[in-house]
Nanobody
Framework: QVQLVESGGGLVQAGGSLRLSCAAS????????MGWYRQAPGKQRELVAR???????NYADSVKDRFTISRFNAKNTVYLQMNSLKPEDTAVYYC????????????WGQGTQVTVSS
């Protein structure tokens, strides 16, 4: 069983910062990429940021220059530093793992709520 445990969400005022963490555990044989997605009420889930095994990153245009994704390989943990938060960043943020695991190749966390007040 593979689990992704997210933490760090919460309520913050516009212009503030939050740091999300996602720790992967269980029978993980290899990780190709880890990333963060978000889903706001009434909207589709969208990619926020992703980091590959080799360290390449890509971001949604709406968060470039404000969010930074990083990864601590030794602990299968990925972080999302979110600065200059805006009300439109309000959403449930989900951690995602793509790789070879005993639970499949596409693993999702339970999600953590981020709310940005104006």
């Amino acid at each position: 069983q593979v689990q992704l445990v997210e933490s760090g969400g919460g309520l913050v005022q516009a212009g503030g910062s939050l740091r999300l963490s996602c720790a992967a555990s269980g029978s993980i044989f290899s990780i190709n990429a880890m990333g963060w997605y978000r889903q706001a009420p009434g909207k589709q889930r969208e990619l926020v940021a992703r980091i590959t095994r080799g360290g390449s990153t890509n971001y949604a245009d709406s968060v470039k220059d404000r969010f930074t994704i990083s990864r601590f390989n030794a602990k299968n943990t990925v972080y999302l530093q979110m600065n200059s938060l805006k009300p439109e960043d309000t959403a449930v943020y989900y951690c995602n793992l793509l790789g070879d695991t005993l639970s499949g190749r596409d693993i999702w966390g339970q999600g953590t709520q981020v709310t940005v007040s104006s």
